[in-house]
């Protein structure tokens, strides 16, 4: 989850790519983000033309029609899956309210807004098999949309990946709110793992000195990776020319450096707070 100027779908791809790659990791990749950013990043052809995806997915499970999970995987390498969506991911949130509505009237209950996260949430349980992945990787929006709050509730560890300017600040005050009313509401513990620096611009000054700040005023509350990621061209041209990660297209680039210094000292972190 990060500030959408901080193309936090690239680090979502590029992280996943590492811990498959140089890690040996199996990996499942959800993109909850309407932009499907990362899904087009990840695949030739954006839209499946079977219709399985996860919003259909979603579908089916209320319909209470048959699913084979394994249908809407989409198998990357030996080591990365995928389930695509499409950009009516966002249509989710529409269907599941008229749902409960429904439901409501029929059950003689009423349901609450939060049943739409719990839903989705069950979906994912009870569908992904925790012997089948090590990791599964969720790219959202940092907004209080339906899918961005399921993410945050659903997950183990969030990672949050902001640009150094001063809207960041605001984010992160946002957000901040945004987690302790979803504690309160779904009696559950969202932790942040930690925090990546996204284009940072070593040249400018400006830069240098918010991200100091940032540094300064949340150094306590968060992990924040000491290693930023440089705003430079090869992260956009490994995706965009090559459909590989950027330690692969550019295995000597600066960037490439930045990524596997930032993703090793994430690594780190993750695994003394799993241990």
Not at 231 to 250: G, R
Request: aromatic share 12%; net charge negative; proline share 3%.
């Amino acid at each position: 989850m990060g500030d959408p100027k901080a193309s936090s779908y690239e680090l979502c791809y590029n992280y996943g790519w590492y811990l498959a790659q140089k890690r040996n990791k199996r990996v499942l990749f959800l993109d909850f983000d309407p932009q499907v950013n990362l899904v087009q990043a990840l695949q030739k052809r954006l839209f499946p033309r079977n219709g399985h995806n996860l919003e259909n997915l979603v579908v089916n499970y209320i319909k209470k029609n048959d699913i084979n999970f394994r249908d809407y995987i989409v198998k990357i390498n030996d080591n990365i899956d995928l389930i695509p969506s499409t950009n009516n991911i966002s249509l989710v949130e529409e269907y599941l309210t008229d749902f409960l509505i429904k439901r409501t009237y029929a059950d003689n209950k009423p349901y609450q807004a939060l049943d739409r996260n719990l839903l989705i949430k069950e979906i994912l349980e009870n569908n992904i098999d925790q012997d089948d992945y090590d990791y599964v990787i969720i790219d959202s929006q940092p907004n209080y949309s339906l899918l961005s709050t399921t993410s945050l509730v659903y997950a183990k560890n969030v990672i949050l990946v902001l640009r150094p300017e001063y809207f960041s600040f605001i984010d992160v005050n946002y957000l901040n709110r945004i987690i302790k009313n979803l504690e309160d509401k779904f009696e559950v513990k969202i932790n942040i793992a930690c925090v990546i620096i996204n284009a940072y611009e070593k040249r400018k000054r400006t830069t240098e000195k918010i991200a100091e700040r940032f540094v300064a005023k949340y150094g306590d509350m968060f992990h924040i990776i000491k290693q930023k990621v440089r705003f430079l061209s090869c992260y956009q041209l490994s995706i965009s020319m090559d459909k590989n990660p950027v330690f692969i297209s550019f295995p000597d680039s600066e960037a490439s450096q930045d990524l596997l210094k930032a993703f090793h000292e994430t690594d780190e972190i993750i695994d003394r707070l799993d241990s």
